[in-house]
């Protein structure tokens, strides 16, 4: 064997296997603390790429499930503004038929009369306070709400709401405006017939507009709702299958390098042992 000052091609080896033994290691124990295969971009740079499109593409997804439940959001407010109405309508609706039956005394009258004010101006306010993330619904003003709950900015989808003051409901008869004190029908014009027109004619509109919303919610955002989840788990997994560690399998590797390190260890001490040695025998 040959003996010198410098390393002999054993020791050298030695050496070296123990250097990318430690690597190995180390590179185990950086991937089982952080759970990623991919702490750098050298660990793989093609499927690196390949997570971080997956991960824009995932984060369009999120940003779409969330405008997704805005608007669901926004129906909801709307749809309970536009349930209200009607309940108000039905109330007026009750007071012009106990009116229109011929027994009420001046005094009811102008009692019912009162209640009909009361409740139209609720149906005002209402058209003015019904709002969502500082939008207002029925006020007219979301008559062409373009919404959008799709990864592509390009696909939005339009919402009507409709304006449900006073003014704005109602049908050839007049507007529900015309049934308070001193309207064109008032319960004092007698014109019992018109002001029943008025109101079936401000419920259907009501109606219909729950129905367009509910369609709406129904058949545009919750089934968009669905698919943007399965995209979501779908993405989510591709991008863990790229970038997360599989924890069995590098404890596995841990092992091998703890091994490979520790034998190493031994190697390298053996050849040192070997030229003291023989560094003795030539005193």
């Known amino acids: 064997m040959r003996t010198g000052s410098l390393l002999s091609g054993n020791e050298l080896t030695s050496i070296h296997s123990l250097s990318r033994s430690y690597s190995l290691l180390n590179m185990s ?25 997956l991960n824009s593409e995932l984060t369009a997804v999120q940003a ?3 405008n997704a439940a805005r608007a669901v959001g926004t129906i909801h407010v709307a749809d309970s503004g536009m349930a209200e109405v009607g309940n108000l309508l039905n109330s007026i609706r009750g007071n012009v ?14 009692a019912k009369q009162i209640e009909i004010n009361a409740a139209v101006e609720a149906v005002n306010r209402i058209s003015s306070y019904t709002s969502y993330g500082g939008r207002k619904l029925l006020d007219g003003s979301a008559e062409n709400l373009v919404l959008n709950f799709s990864p592509s900015p390009d696909d939005t989808s339009t919402l009507s709401l409709p304006n449900v003051h006073a003014t704005s409901l109602g049908g050839d008869s007049g507007s ?3 049934l308070t004190t001193g309207g064109s029908l ?9 002001m029943i027109d008025t109101l079936d004619a401000a419920r259907d509109q009501v109606l219909y507009a729950r129905a367009e919303a509910g369609a ?11 698919v943007l989840d399965e995209m979501e788990e779908t993405l989510t997994a591709g991008i863990s299958r790229l970038m997360d560690t599989d924890v069995a399998q590098e404890a596995s590797n841990m092992l091998r390098a703890q091994i490979l390190v520790a034998s190493g260890i031994a190697m390298v001490g053996t050849s040192t042992q070997s030229r003291g040695l023989i560094g003795q025998l030539l005193a």
Not at 218 to 224: A, H, N
């Open 186 to 194: 008032s319960l004092a014009s007698g014109n019992f017939s018109g």
């Open 176 to 178: 529900l405006s015309e």
């Open 29 to 53: 124990a950086l991937r089982l603390s952080t759970l990623k295969r991919i702490n750098r971009a050298a660990d793989d740079p093609a499927a690196l790429i390949a997570a971080e499109t």
């Open 216 to 226: 709406f919610e129904k058949y545009s955002i919750e089934s968009s709702m669905r």
């Open 64 to 66: 779409a499930n969330a």
């Open 97 to 110: 038929m106990e009116a229109a039956g011929g027994f009420l005394s001046d005094a009811e009258m102008e």
